[in-house]
């Protein structure tokens, strides 16, 4: 069974008023630039740009070697020597990289 509840307007006002007051905090997750950072673009080629972009995408070695018109072992080499040449082990920080970087916006 449901019940409705009436809140008095003094309650709903004194609400929205604390809720404006209340100090803001910021996204623990920070937005990378809309842009390619200068780093970005100094560190990888413009292949290994276009590689780290559809792997951060979420795209496979064989889809992204079949986009690219690569053999999947070019795309696997390309993605080692993304990951050797950015420091990071995994593809979640590779992403998360991506995303510090420009190459790729972040997920909304």
Request: contains cysteine; positive net charge.
């Amino acid at each position: 069974m449901f019940f409705a509840a009436h809140i008095p307007p003094s309650v709903t006002a004194e609400a929205a008023k604390s809720a404006a007051s209340a100090p803001r905090v910021a996204p623990s997750v920070k937005t990378g630039p809309q842009t390619l950072s200068l780093e970005a673009m100094q560190m990888l080629s413009s292949r290994e740009i276009e590689v780290v972009r559809l792997v951060a995408e979420g795209f496979s070695s064989k889809e992204i070697a079949n986009r690219l018109d690569l053999s999947v072992r070019t795309v696997e080499k390309h993605r080692a020597n993304i990951m050797d040449k950015v420091g990071v082990h995994e593809v979640a920080s590779l992403v998360r990289w991506c995303v510090q970087s420009g190459i790729v916006n972040q997920p909304k």
